[in-house]
């Protein structure tokens, strides 16, 4: 069936509604209640808010916690002072803003970064430049295979694979459909994690990329179709996965093939705006807890974004990316003698960071000094649609992603998670 508008504006409005619940207040920094007023600590962030879809949620939340925190005293007197750069989804506008933030602005960290391209654009200079990024969402592989960028997230490649281990395990899959974004580093690395993980389990794979600005949802749903496979997992951004879910359902696909999708989908509004067509047949992984649990953290996200955010601010899973990422850039700072805040001293604050915890992680989030690579967020769990909510079906798990090797072996090393 076509999407129906008038049910995405009420989906969207009763998201908004139950994201604007009555929370306790905000807690950041001091809690002061007096505003900062020394010389502003310049932090930086690059985003794609436009192409083909909006992906600024984390940027967005990050501001919210910043603001929240200079109300309360910011980081001992000194507020932070967030520049958001929009890339546009343009690795070559991606890079001429890094170098405008790091080079001219004099950026101390980059935080909340949320981007399909600047990972790949800018990984070179951050490392030149000696700055660290606190990602809020890595996407590409760069993201996650460089020396200076650590992401929050656990990224679209761990996200999927953790869909498919619960394919397999709970589901009892033997074939499989990946479909994703033919961007580069992005949909083949997604992708290829899922036939590697086919080859070692003995299931059927088959990889689809899209362009994710152009392509018809149909024709690309028929073609995955084709093969029957038992489930097809989708690694794209919500607003390109909804209208494939639309077709989907037209083609009568959701009645013989489960549909799974890494965390990108995990949206409030999504399972009211696909419709019961989908209960109990699309699953999602998350990257982090539940957006609604009632644990501290979580709540304190809610009434950070209540009280310090917009209204029309996404309570999503990158959101929930974005304010954990300032969380920690808060942290590493506090540690440090306000006079002598510069991009060397933060960096070695952030690269101290070693525990972590929140309750909207699945495990603690560390940097790992000393490594080339950083995806310390590899615990996920998994959650199905179900009378227009997410129902939770999963307990935290370590995603299969033969990938993860590396990680796992230094996390026993060093003793963490």
Not at 70 to 76: E, R, S
Not at 125 to 151: H, Q, T
Not at 339 to 360: G, P, W, Y
Request: contains cysteine; negative net charge.
């Amino acid at each position: 069936m076509p999407i129906n508008l008038r049910g995405l504006a009420i989906g969207l409005f009763l998201t908004l509604v139950s994201a604007f619940s009555a929370h306790a207040a905000a807690s950041c920094g001091d809690n002061t209640g007096k505003p900062a007023t020394g010389e502003p600590i310049i932090i930086g962030a690059i985003t794609g808010k436009t192409g083909p879809d909006d992906f600024s949620n984390s940027t967005k939340s990050a501001k919210a916690y910043f603001d929240c925190l200079n109300a309360n005293g910011g980081i001992k007197g000194r507020p932070v002072k967030y520049l958001i750069e929009d890339d546009q989804w343009n690795p070559e506008i991606a890079a001429q803003l890094a170098a405008k933030l790091v080079n001219d602005q004099k950026a101390v960290l980059m935080v909340g970064n949320s981007s399909y391209v600047e990972c790949g654009a800018n990984a070179e200079l951050y490392k030149k430049a000696g700055i660290l990024v606190l990602a809020g969402v890595g996407v590409p592989r760069e993201c996650f295979f460089a020396d200076n960028i650590a992401p929050t997230n656990a990224g679209p490649r761990v996200s999927m694979l953790g869909a498919m281990g619960y394919a397999l395990d709970k589901l009892h899959a033997k074939s499989v459909v990946c479909i994703a974004p033919n961007i580069p580093n992005v949909g083949t690395w997604s992708c290829d994690g899922v036939a590697l993980l086919a080859k070692e389990k003995g299931f059927a794979a088959q990889t689809i990329l899209m362009d994710p600005g152009s392509a018809d949802a149909t024709s690309v749903i028929l073609q995955a179709a084709a093969s029957k496979p038992d489930v097809i997992v989708l690694g794209l951004s919500k607003g390109v996965a909804v209208p494939l879910l639309t077709a989907a359902e037209e083609q009568g696909l959701n009645q013989s093939i489960t549909f799974l999708s890494a965390a990108s989908a995990y949206d409030l509004s999504v399972p009211s705006t696909i419709g019961s067509g989908w209960d109990g047949k699309f699953y999602v992984n998350m990257e982090f807890n539940d957006l609604e649990v009632t644990t501290p953290d979580n709540q304190n996200w809610l009434a950070v974004m209540d009280q310090y955010g917009q209204k029309s601010d996404p309570r999503d899973t990158f959101a929930q990316a974005g304010y954990l990422a300032a969380r920690v850039a808060e942290k590493a700072l506090m540690t440090l003698d306000p006079a002598k805040i510069n991009r060397e001293t933060a960096s070695a604050a952030v690269k101290q960071i070693k525990d972590f915890k929140s309750d909207i992680f699945c495990a603690p989030w560390y940097f790992g000094d000393g490594q080339t690579r950083h995806n310390a967020n590899s615990t996920t769990s998994m959650a199905v649609a179900e009378g227009g909510k997410w129902k939770v079906v999963s307990d935290c798990a370590p995603s299969p992603d033969p990938e993860l090797k590396d990680i796992r072996a230094f996390e026993k090393s060093a003793g963490l998670n």
